[in-house]
């Protein structure tokens, strides 16, 4: 893989045209997909360019049928990390989710939100799971509260490991509780598994002595409810 012969060898290039090619390979021929060397030259681009026309491929449900697999996990990690280095493809990776049928492509993105998640990762996945009236055992939600309440930092007692520790969740809890108090009634009942996940996270991991037990005391609703 990766030597000069190769239409993989584009990975190498500085050209900007190296995504094209990689992107009419697959056109072309969509088994490219399932294809790890293809894969591995589009993700050592690195560019946006790259990063969309993995997620043009992806949102296309005929594509990823023809890869022959359900394994979510490759494409999506894939697609996490170019998520994580521009904010513009994340933002297209949530506005591509919303309007994806359930099926594997839908389940490759809700990966991808998962493993890097923001706030705004967090309420996509919320609005739209409660719109397909899934609970959160139903949802990656779970994973996205780990990877956003949960931060690493190198252990000060067994060297050489990372040691886990929580996250403020100020701001998301405030705004996950007015949609349990305003919402439809799913998501509601989402909102509120959230806020109950956020909690057990919060008490294994910890949180700042400054962010309030109660999502929103003003709203003067009682949390946790009875």
Not at 60 to 82: I, M, P, Q
Not at 193 to 219: F, K, M, W
Request: glycine share 8%.
């Amino acid at each position: 893989m990766g030597d000069a012969g190769s239409p993989f060898g584009t990975s190498y290039s500085p050209s900007p045209e190296a995504e094209n090619i990689l992107g009419v390979l697959a056109r072309d021929d969509e088994r490219f997909l399932k294809e790890h060397d293809w894969l591995a030259a589009l993700s050592k681009r690195e560019t946006i360019e790259a990063g969309r026309i993995l997620l043009g491929l992806v949102t296309n449900a005929t594509s990823v049928d023809k890869t022959g697999r359900e394994d979510k996990t490759d494409l999506g990690r894939r697609l996490a990390s170019f998520m994580a280095t521009y904010d513009q493809f994340r933002a297209e990776v949530y506005t591509e989710y919303a309007k994806l049928p359930d099926g594997l492509s839908k389940s490759v993105l809700e990966y991808a939100i998962a493993e890097v998640a923001d706030m705004e990762g967090v309420l996509v996945l919320v609005r739209d799971s409660a719109a397909r009236k899934k609970t959160m055992g139903a949802t990656s939600l779970y994973t996205a509260l780990r990877s956003l309440l949960i931060g690493r930092r190198p252990s000060t007692t067994w060297i050489g490991n990372d040691e886990m520790f929580g996250l403020p969740a100020t701001d998301l809890r405030k705004t996950l509780f007015d949609i349990f108090v305003h919402g439809t009634a799913d998501e509601s009942c989402l909102a509120s598994e959230c806020l109950v996940a956020i909690d057990e996270i919060r008490d294994d991991y910890g949180y700042t002595d400054s962010e309030p037990r109660h999502p929103n005391i003003q709203s003067e609703v009682p949390w946790p409810q009875v």
